[in-house]
């Protein structure tokens, strides 16, 4: 019987299965991004998403899964530290001639 989209990120949550592989669906979950997103996101250095490996005959890839908890971790750690060095923005007032 298939598992259900909730079963396949519970189990990519679990603490005791951190390292493994996961397959595209699976990183969706975790990643709600498109495949598209994905793939420049992996070209990208400034973004420097963890590329896929390709597993097995079929050649499909799969994310190791350690490698995508430390970027989510980074992008999170970049995002905070912008947040808080961003000076606040001045109000500016739109005069209308009437």
Same mark, same amino acid.
């Given at each position: 019987?298939?598992?259900?989209? *909730?079963?396949?990120?519970?189990? #990519? /949550?679990?603490?005791?299965?951190?390292?493994?592989?996961?397959? @595209?669906?699976?990183? $969706?979950?975790?990643?709600?991004?498109?495949?598209?997103?994905?793939?420049?996101?992996?070209?990208?250095?400034?973004?420097?998403?963890? *590329?896929?490996?390709?597993?097995? #005959? /079929?050649?499909?890839?799969?994310?190791?899964?350690?490698?995508? @908890?430390?970027?989510? $971790?980074?992008?999170?750690?970049?995002?905070?530290?912008?947040?808080?060095?961003?000076?606040?923005?001045?109000a500016t007032?739109?005069?209308?001639?009437?």
């Open positions: 019987m298939p598992r259900t989209a *909730a079963q396949n990120a519970a189990q #990519a /949550d679990r603490p005791g299965v951190e390292e493994r592989y996961i397959n @595209r669906l699976q990183l $969706r979950e975790i990643i709600p991004a498109s495949d598209m997103t994905l793939w420049r996101w992996e070209r990208n250095p400034n973004i420097a998403f963890p *590329a896929p490996v390709k597993l097995g #005959a /079929d050649g499909r890839n799969y994310w190791w899964l350690p490698s995508i @908890r430390a970027w989510m $971790r980074r992008r999170e750690q970049r995002t905070l530290s912008k947040s808080t060095t961003k000076p606040p923005r001045k007032a739109t005069i209308s001639s009437k």
